[in-house]
């Protein structure tokens, strides 16, 4: 009997030991596990990043590393360009990741030959997949239409590798009648795309799902490949409000007789021209009341597709024994106030789709107020007493703030000032060459007036950024979206991007100082910002020399970034007020003005300093300082 139970004891203790060591065991394995994603466009868009980060939270639970890049193949020129990107992950990652997910066919084209080797046995996951492909990465680059000839089928460019895939469907049908019940008199439907060759097949579906379900109902596709933004918004601005509008996509093609702007928001531009609300076939954020919505699947129901099968592919699942099948659920979402600021009755909502900010019913909306009223109402009767006795100090404090009014409005009025010259001065060298163009005959002339048109062009939409910048901190909505970053390839991106800035030879850039490696907690875009715009000024001030870009730990836990030129340099009364908005000491340079005051703006949110140390005639070293953060 004394056997017996020694043996039971032995065996529970066994089993204790079992249950604690076993999950130890298994983050130990899931934490040497990282998936890669891979985004063909890039993470600036809102259901990207959403995208990102919703199978980030959901792999990190598990305890398992996710990691991002942006392709951006919509924007690459050439092969070389395409090759650099496969080059940079070749170097990045010796160690093959555990899977990869890749948003988009367009990515795979560009990447398929890194699973030719060090990636060969690399599971795969290719989402928003579609039937026919460019034939070849030229084809990809060329942006041309797809045909028979320059096509093959996606099966066969995946075809041997390791892979599963997961499609987008897209609910044009269903979005149309969505819109027929928000708009029952619509008599036109308008469909904005670009001339992507995705763009290109799901303007196929859309015409397909008119023809067959709405034959009375007059279909335009407005496309990149016949329109430029200024004609599509004329044509929107053109338009009844019983028109239906679908917004796919805007992004700048490489037809160089185009001329479109303002792609970061280009939503936002086109929805001021609309008559009608914009619906959608694919997710986007409607909370910042955009977009009215649409029937599609949502970025959540389509990630929680894509975490089944890693969840599979993880766990020793092969991805090519993996079905390829629909990601996610469709549904109606739609923006609420969107909807009531178009003047639409409440009574053509369906009842079956999921609002965005929708206001909640008078009593649950103030209910904590309704309760606690008697309770406030008791307060003031004791503060009235109170209240009388600070009545004069009030009177003081309000005699303050309506000086603080004028003041601000005095700044308002210099501010417009400022704004309207800044903005008609390149609106009337565009105005005035383009009038000359046409009675120019000499080629070479007629090229020196397009580069000045191209030129002013280019400094209007950068004052433009600098403005939509410059609103959103005054309106106190500029984002901040920190994550750990390679320093040293970050500034190795920004001095690539400059070296293609400098006009000849006389100039050299280099990144000079860095540590040998050093990861930042912090928004990346942001840190690009404040460093590009250094070395933009450095670049424009700089007709002979050098320029050299780098960074350093000083003593008190702060990491010191710089980029330092042998220019013109300024007085030090030009360094005191540098950093003022509209500070132009050379109205020769191309400049809005407006960058630095931002870049100060940005640093002081950081919790950081900046300046500028310069010499007339030695040249001009701009910096600032962070608080060094891994998390």
């Known amino acids: 009997m004394k056997q017996v139970l020694k043996v039971l004891s032995f065996f529970g203790l066994f089993l204790i030991i079992e249950g604690i ?40 639970k598990k305890d398992i ?50 699973f030719d080797d060090v990636w060969k046995d690399v599971p795969v996951i290719v989402t928003n997949t579609r039937d026919r492909l460019p034939a070849s990465l030229d084809v990809l680059l060329s942006h041309a239409p797809l045909t028979e000839t320059n096509s093959v089928s996606g099966e066969e460019w995946r075809r041997g590798y390791n892979i599963t895939v997961l499609k987008q469907h897209y609910y044009a049908k269903e979005t149309i009648e969505l819109i027929y019940q928000l708009i029952p008199d619509m008599k036109r439907l308008a469909f904005i795309s670009d001339d992507r060759y995705i763009s290109e097949e799901t303007r196929g579906d859309v015409k397909e799902a008119v023809e067959k379900n709405f034959p009375d109902l007059q279909l ?38 185009d001329n479109n702007y303002l792609f970061d928001h280009i939503q936002e531009i086109i929805t001021n021209f609309s008559p009608s609300p914009l619906f959608l076939l694919s997710p986007e954020d409607l909370s910042n009341n955009t977009y009215a919505g649409g029937y599609y699947v949502s970025t959540e129901s389509f990630c929680d597709a894509v975490l089944e099968n890693l969840e599979l592919i993880l766990n020793g699942e092969q991805a090519r024994n993996i079905p390829g099948k629909v990601g996610g659920k469709g549904n109606a979402y739609l923006s609420y106030p969107v909807l009531k600021s178009y003047n639409i009755p409440s009574s053509r909502y369906p009842k079956n789709a999921f609002y965005v900010n929708e206001p909640k019913a008078f009593f649950l909306q103030y209910r904590a107020e309704i309760l606690s009223g008697s ?51 390149p609106l009337n060298a565009i105005v005035g060459f383009s009038n000359m163009l046409p009675e120019i005959e000499d080629r070479a002339e007629m090229r020196e007036y397009a580069d000045i048109i191209e030129t002013n062009t280019d400094l209007l939409l950068q004052l433009i950024n600098d403005i939509l910048d410059l609103s959103k901190i005054e309106a106190g909505t500029f984002d901040f979206c920190p994550s750990l970053i390679d320093v040293n390839q970050t500034l190795t991106e920004i001095e690539q991007g400059m070296q293609l800035r400098l006009k000849n030879d006389t100039v050299t850039f280099t990144f000079a100082e860095r540590l040998p490696e050093c990861t930042f907690y912090i928004d990346k875009n942001r840190l690009i910002q404040l460093l590009s715009n250094f070395a933009i000024n450095a670049i424009k001030f700089t007709e002979v020399g050098t320029i050299r870009m780098g960074y350093r730990m000083v003593d008190d836990g702060m990491i010191y970034f710089y980029v330092s030129d042998t220019g013109c340099g300024m007085s030090h009364e030009q360094c005191a ?7 132009k000491y050379n109205p020769f340079i191309q ?27 030695k040249g001009s070293t701009f910096w600032f300082t962070l608080p060094y953060r891994q998390e």
Not at 23 to 41: G, H, Y
Not at 83 to 112: E, F, M, T
Not at 577 to 583: Q, Y
């Open 65 to 114: 590393s996710v990691k991002a890049e942006s392709l951006s193949v919509p924007a690459l020129a050439n092969r070389m360009e395409a090759n650099a990107i496969v080059g940079h992950l070749r170097q990045k990652y010796p160690v093959p990741p555990s899977a990869v997910v890749l948003i988009g066919d367009p990515g795979w084209i560009v990447c398929r030959e890194l």
């Open 220 to 257: 335009e596709l407005l496309s990149t490949t016949h329109l430029s933004t200024e004609m599509l918004l004329d044509t929107l601005r053109s338009y009844e409000p019983n028109t239906g509008i679908i917004y796919y996509s805007w992004f700048e093609s490489h037809n160089e007789n």
């Open 591 to 617: 400049g809005t003005g407006l960058g630095l005051s931002i870049c100060h703006t940005i640093v002081e949110r950081l919790k950081g300093e900046i300046g500028v140390d310069s010499e007339e005639g």
């Open 21 to 60: 060591l076993s999950p130890m065991s298994a983050r130990t394995e899931n934490s040497n596990k990282e998936v890669l994603v891979l985004n063909s466009i890039n993470f600036n868009l809102p259901w990207a990043k959403h995208f990102y980060w919703y199978v980030h939270d959901a792999l990190q």
């Open 577 to 583: 007020h540098v950093f003022e908005r509209f500070v």
């Open 375 to 425: 309770i406030f109402l008791f307060i003031l009767v004791v503060a009235i007493t109170y209240y009388i006795r600070l009545l004069r100090k009030a009177y003081s404090r309000l005699r303050e703030a309506m000086e603080k009014a004028e003041q601000a409005n005095q700044l308002k009025s210099a501010f417009l000032a400022n704004m309207s010259h800044e903005i008609r001065t």
